[in-house]
């Protein structure tokens, strides 16, 4: 069944069809494998599916997004970052990090932070003398911060597909975002010590009082959406709400970048987006009811029985195939082909649902990375205008630390839990 399964998966993904559909075509060969074919019972877990109240957090984040981006904030944080580091050595990169993290705050998609940084930074990085192959590569990596730190679409995908807390995953992703962005900065502090690059003059006092002003719409927004979530004052659905309304009153009313004739454009441009991902989440679903159906995770604990006793070597063996996946397929499908296989493996193991959920995602946002399907990796190709070869020689000092600091996730398990502790409690 395992193999018919995936074969099937993978034969229509080799032909062309797209994932979504492709999800669906293996779903009818399982079904037809099993003897249980019926058209309703496809329609009514495409419907079932997509009829989630915690997916109604992605339209809402996504708006959010295009009314950061269009609003202006997304560029005062660059002008922020830009006042305190600018003058730095390499101090571009810093900025790069530091809106990296600013905007995984804001949005949760490390497509939509990876596109905006990357056109606002790129060309002024080149111009400043910055190699552009490293540049992409920083920028690139800085992206996946973004479905750690909360709010994270990976983690409310995640949530929805396992039953496991969304709030949770949220406050338990901090502290691994912000190592991320940490390495990254050590990192770039050793690759960019060499370059010979002109550096931005040194903002006086009056500009960074001006560059904090007019950033701190923006910087309200995280501290309101992790704030309201960790003293319980609203939901993750209800959070991303609150960042859509506030987003689109700060860029309509306050910095008034954005114009009511654009309101449109953007809601059309956050529905195209949703309604990928939400049909590739009803699609994945329905694959879901049939893997519990034909009992394949009991399957998947039988064959990885020898090491349930050994919680390490199991996360080990299942980041090691979340690895390979993850060169060959996109993060969402990822996620939900996979969640509802490995949970019930995780969970007789005694491994923490919310702890394995940050190393899964964690490992889900490096497969964006990976080439050749690596979606964060080709927009920032399209962005530099330079090739897959070229941007892999900028990247991988930056792969090297995120995948250096999975490693020690899973080695030091506190890491995630103990804050994740103090943050519920």
């Not at 990169?93 to 497509?111: N, T």
């Not at 690759?191 to 719409?217: C, H, T, Y």
Request: glycine letters at 10%; one cysteine or more; proline letters at 5%.
């Amino acid at each position: 069944m395992i193999g018919i399964f995936v074969g099937s998966l993978l034969g229509a993904m080799g032909l062309g069809i797209p994932i979504a559909f492709a999800l669906l075509v293996s779903s009818v060969v399982l079904m037809y494998f099993l003897g249980i074919f019926d058209s309703q019972i496809i329609a009514q877990n495409l419907i079932s599916g997509a009829d989630n109240f915690p997916l109604m957090a992605i339209p809402f984040f996504m708006l959010a997004g295009e009314a950061m981006n269009r609003g202006g904030l997304s560029k005062r944080i660059v002008e922020m970052a830009m006042t305190m580091v600018g003058h730095i050595r390499g101090g571009l990169g810093y900025v790069a990090i530091i809106a990296a993290v600013l905007f995984a705050s804001l949005s949760g998609s490390a497509v939509a932070d990876t596109a905006a940084l990357g056109a606002i930074l790129i060309p002024m990085m080149v111009k400043a003398g910055y190699d552009k192959n490293r540049s992409s590569g920083l920028i690139a990596a800085g992206g996946i911060i973004a479905p750690i730190i909360p709010p994270s679409i990976g983690f409310i995908i995640f949530g929805v597909a396992s039953g496991v807390s969304i709030t949770k995953l949220f406050m338990a992703g901090i502290v691994p975002g912000l190592m991320l962005a940490v390495g990254l900065t050590i990192t770039w502090a050793i690759v960019a010590r060499k370059d010979n690059v002109a550096v931005q003059p040194r903002a006086s006092a009056k500009e960074i009082f001006m560059s904090l002003r007019n950033g701190i719409w923006a910087l309200f927004l995280p501290a309101i959406i992790i704030g309201g979530l960790r003293f319980g004052f609203f939901t993750p659905t209800e959070a991303a709400v609150v960042a859509a309304v506030y987003a689109l009153f700060v860029g309509l009313v306050i910095y008034r970048e954005m114009k009511v004739s654009e309101l449109f454009d953007a809601l059309v441009h956050a529905g195209k987006m949703t309604s990928v991902v939400m049909f590739l989440v009803a699609a994945a679903l329905v694959s879901s009811w049939l893997i519990t159906v034909a009992n394949l995770p009991a399957t998947v604990i039988s064959l990885l029985e020898p090491f349930l006793d050994n919680p390490f070597l199991l996360l080990i063996m299942i980041n090691l195939l979340v690895i390979v996946v993850g060169t060959a397929m996109d993060m969402t499908p990822t996620i939900l082909i996979l969640t509802p296989v490995l949970m019930p493996l995780v969970v007789a193991a005694g491994i923490d649902p919310v702890y394995f959920g940050v190393l899964f995602i964690l490992n889900n946002a490096i497969g964006l990375l990976t080439p050749p399907v690596g979606t964060v990796l080709n927009v920032m190709c399209g962005i530099s205008k330079i090739s897959m070869e070229d941007i892999m020689k900028g990247i991988w000092p930056f792969l090297l630390v995120q995948v250096i600091i999975l490693i020690l996730l899973i080695i030091f398990p506190s890491l995630v839990l103990v804050p994740l502790e103090w943050f519920t409690n």
